[in-house]
């Protein structure tokens, strides 16, 4: 007797104790008789939105590389996703044909949802769009009406129709409506049963939700302005829920890119972390003399207050700890500087790896080639991710002093001001003028104590101000 190959099917309702051994014709699809019935298998599978960091629970697609229709083999990028740091190109795992994109550019999904559906041959495509549609009629709604016409195509709506007696008005959908198309409907209250769809095979896009929503009447967002005002004094209190609050009349509302995103999550953690700060004068009238004789070889002055600091915190390895979970704390053995960076729509950290080891010529290299990286969005999770402790710089902007936000799972993050001519007194009365520089240190409390934080501080003052050690 005959043994069947293994299954291609990725249908989770596919098991190997329900297939009989026998022939399988060649083509895309399995055909099995059983009990009189013929049961069909695609070889659909679904393009998933992967997680590019472990800070990611959403990605938003940047661009398509294939498009619908197109045939793509294993390996081939076919995807741009920004993740919550970078944009990255995603590759197939498989070889076929992408028959239907759920999530189109300019829109976001979470991670693990599906993103696109991909056919192993023409023949699959109908099939794919159709598992599309159920993809898109499974979402939750709340609103549309089942269609009288698509009833049989699409199994899934017509359990809402007892509860919506104008079914007949809804027969003009047609289109499938992408996630965030929903997600837009919902918001804006548009009936996604009324909305004719201008994307590919009809899809509903958010551009259709924004075309409907401006021809909306405007008179169910007035009672939710108008209810705020009997209860002004608890409105104060409800700031978490503001996506929920009217607009500033006159206001534009602008959302959250990815990266902005990601920032304000791990701003609203830090609050949760018990910090503590402490600030320090150190005088730089050396490191200044340094930096002037470097600074033609390409060296910054980030990179030798990086250096410093990694060669600080090798002798005060608390303050290059972290506590993740709460319970307990771990000592790094890798000491790894991260820089906040300014970027266009964010704030990005690269990291200086092993700082500690590299001299001040080899950071310099190795930030400026960071740098450029995070310019174009390029960094790799590993080059932004593996932080054990932050440095963020603003002495350039000639600010004398700030606090920095504690990054999540880092024990410390410094704060460095400008340094600036400051009348000095020594320990006999005498007066002089030398450059000062203000530094302030955010710390985890769980784990870096006052004492701890001071010791480093000094270490750091003392590599700083006599700055010979830097040069080895």
Known sequence: MAT????????????????????VPAGARWR????????????IREIFMPALSSTMTEGKIVSWSAGEGDRVSKGDAVV?????????????????????VLVQAGESAPVGAPIALLAESEEEVPLALAKAQELSNGQPQQAPPAPTEDAAAAPPPPPPAPATPPAPVSAGTKGIASPHAK???KQHRVDLAKVTGTGPYGRITPADIEAAA??????????????????AAPSVGAVPQAAVLPPVPGATVVPFTTMQAAVSKNMVESLAVPAFRVGYPIVTDKLDELYEKVKPKGVTMTVL???AAAMALAQHPVVNASCRDG????????INIAVAVAIDGGLITPVLQDADKLDIYLLSQNWKDLVKKARAKQLQPNEYSSGTFTLSNLGMFGVDRFDAILPPGQGAIMAVGASKPTVVA??????????????????????VYGADLAAFLQTFAKIVEDPESLTL
Not at 327 to 334: D, G, P
Not at 426 to 447: P, Q, W
């Open 32 to 43: 099995q008789a059983r009990r009189g019935r013929m049961v069909v298998r695609a070889k």
């Open 305 to 307: 207050l990086a250096k």
């Open 183 to 185: 997600k837009l409907a």
């Open 327 to 334: 319970k307990s704390f771990t000592y790094n053995s890798n």
């Open 426 to 447: 020594d320990k006999d009365g005498f007066f002089s003028v030398k450059n000062k520089m203000l530094v302030n240190v955010t710390a985890d409390h769980r784990i």
């Open 80 to 100: 741009v996703v920004e993740s919550d740091k970078a944009d990255m190109d995603v590759e197939t795992f498989h070889d076929g044909i992408v028959a239907a």
């Open 4 to 23: 069947a190959p293994a299954p291609l099917s990725l249908s989770a309702s596919t098991l190997p104790a329900r297939l009989r051994a026998g022939a």
């Open 214 to 231: 401006r021809i909306q009447p405007k008179s169910k967002p007035a009672p939710a302005a108008a209810a705020p005002p009997p209860v």
